[in-house]
């Protein structure tokens, strides 16, 4: 598979599962809370702070900063010499985005201004999403891959 297209279709399975666990937060934790086992419950909250609720109360900072850190991780995605590379800028950038697409789709202040639901509740740790958790694992997906000799795909 050609590497833009390993990172497009990284991207498109990020953003597509980041968005259907949103909607069905939406509608399903509605009525509150769901417990499932020990810390770990299900609890729709929104979030106006940047990944695990960082930068609270700097909604449109936030989004500016990651529409451009998003716009690099896109560069260096499609110019990626290594699948592996490829990928991880791919999940990264479909987090981004899904996070990106919440705050223009919700109703805030300004373009950008909404609030990005979040629902996995560890009770320990800020309130996360689908998308917090790819940015962490596009991240380990380059370091694992950067291990890898240059050339190989």
């Known amino acids: ?7 497009v279709c990284g991207a498109a399975m990020v953003m597509a599962l980041d968005q259907l666990t949103k909607q069905w937060a939406l509608s399903a934790l509605d009525d509150g809370p769901i417990d499932l086992v020990g810390s770990l419950r299900l609890k729709l909250t929104f979030n106006d702070g940047a990944a695990f609720s960082l930068g609270g109360g700097r909604t449109t900072l936030v ?3 990651a529409l451009a850190v998003s716009l690099v991780v896109l560069w260096m995605g ?5 699948r592996g590379r490829a990928l991880g800028f791919g999940v990264i950038f479909g987090g981004a985005i899904g996070n990106l697409l919440d705050r223009a789709m919700r ?3 300004g373009v950008l201004g909404g609030r990005v639901v979040d629902f996995v509740d ?24 950067s291990r890898q000799p240059s050339g190989s795909r």
């Not at 499609?78 to 290594?82: C, F, P």
């Not at 560890?122 to 380059?142: E, Y």
């Open 63 to 65: 989004a500016v900063l």
């Open 78 to 82: 499609l110019t990626s010499d290594q």
């Open 122 to 145: 560890l009770q320990w740790w800020p309130v996360f999403n689908v998308a917090d958790v790819a940015l962490w694992i596009g991240i380990a997906i380059i370091l694992i891959a």
């Open 1 to 7: 598979m050609h590497l833009r297209a390993v990172f």
């Open 107 to 109: 109703a805030g202040d």
